[in-house]
């Protein structure tokens, strides 16, 4: 599978868990407790996860990025 491929599984799925992660620390308050800790915490965990496969893909971009020197005159 290409980078490229995987960026296009990995992105939607951030953007999911990111959304979710939102919605329910929003409505906590009206939520069942079992159905927050279950949704909340294991998205939580699971957009650590997913965030650190996105790092690892544009790692390149990163890198250049943010730990490449320029030399500035």
Do not use: C, D
């Not at 799925?13 to 069942?32: D, K, M, N, W, Y």
């Not at 939580?44 to 971009?61: D, K």
């Amino acid at each position: 599978m290409s980078k490229a491929s995987a960026l296009g599984i990995v992105n939607p799925i951030l953007g999911l868990l990111l959304a979710s992660q939102a919605a329910t620390g929003f409505s906590h308050e009206v939520l069942p407790r079992e159905f927050f800790e279950a949704v909340h915490v294991g998205g939580g965990i699971t957009l650590v996860i997913v965030a650190m496969i996105h790092m690892i893909l544009n790692w390149g971009w990163i890198k250049a990025r943010y730990f490449t020197r320029t030399n500035v005159a």
